[in-house]
T-cell receptor, first 115, second 112 residues
Framework: GAGVSQSPRYKVAKRGQDVALRCDPISGHVSLFWYQQALGQGPEFLTYFQNEAQLDKSGLPSDRFFAERPEGSVSTLKIQRTQQEDSAVYLC?????????????FGAGSRLTVL | DQQVKQNSPSLSVQEGRISILNCDYTNSMFDYFLWYKKYPAEGPTFLISISSIKDKNEDGRFTVFLNKSAKHLSLHIVPSQPGDSAVYFCAAPDYNTDKLIFGTGTRLQVFP
């Protein structure tokens, strides 16, 4: 597609539920990033893929967070046993190259609300 | 430890006047900086960037200035337009890992 597509756009979960957030990057983009944006804050890095390889997951806040990109295109961010502090907008971004040219194209985000 | 800081959470400017958004950083290894603009319910979109080998980069109404000795950069919008009303984020790529580190953002409101 023309841009980065994320689904669902809005998700309400009860505390303890598992959620899965999907990202369709721009076709052919090698690098894919997940960010978490809490209310009133800037995006904070979660994890980074280069093709199907997860090269950096240092930003994942706990082992309840898991991300995958098995075929080097679509990526899924999974949050197990959601907690209220997980409420945030989850942004996916991609870029065509592996390194350099640090302009990321972002999707519109998935807003997660945990009750 | 916040490596990229935007100390003004909001800014209100009259249409036609200059908007100046500020950003400070602490990591002297940063060598490239970007500004992103975000409208409600949309993802951030790239606006303008600057390399540390320059002290100014201009693109139409948008100019970014970099003062490396002060570890400070600013985004100037001249003239400001109501469509510029958005949240602006300053960002820098981490030297070691290549991930972008964002500031907390400044909400700009341009009123008629």
């Amino acid at each position: 597609g023309a841009g980065v597509s994320q689904s669902p756009r809005y998700k309400v979960a009860k505390r303890g539920q598992d959620v899965a957030l999907r990202c369709d990057p721009i076709s052919g983009h090698v690098s894919l990033f997940w960010y978490q944006q809490a209310l009133g804050q800037g995006p904070e890095f979660l994890t980074y893929f280069q093709n199907e390889a997860q090269l950096d997951k240092s930003g994942l806040p706990s082992d309840r967070f898991f991300a995958e990109r098995p075929e080097g295109s679509v990526s899924t961010l999974k949050i197990q046993r959601t907690q209220q502090e997980d409420s945030a907008v989850y942004l996916c971004a991609s870029r065509p190259t592996r390194t350099g040219a640090n302009v990321l194209t972002f999707g519109a985000g998935s807003r997660l609300t945990v009750l | 430890d916040q490596q990229v800081k935007q100390n003004s959470p909001s800014l209100s400017v009259q249409e036609g006047r200059i908007s100046i958004l500020n950003c400070d950083y602490t990591n002297s290894m940063f060598d490239y900086f970007l500004w992103y603009k975000k409208y409600p319910a949309e993802g951030p979109t790239f606006l303008i960037s600057i390399s540390s080998i320059k002290d100014k980069n201009e693109d139409g109404r948008f100019t970014v200035f970099l003062n490396k000795s002060a570890k400070h950069l600013s985004l100037h919008i001249v003239p400001s337009q109501p469509g510029d009303s958005a949240v602006y984020f300053c960002a820098a790529p981490d030297y070691n890992t290549d991930k972008l580190i964002f500031g907390t953002g400044t909400r700009l409101q341009v009123f008629p």
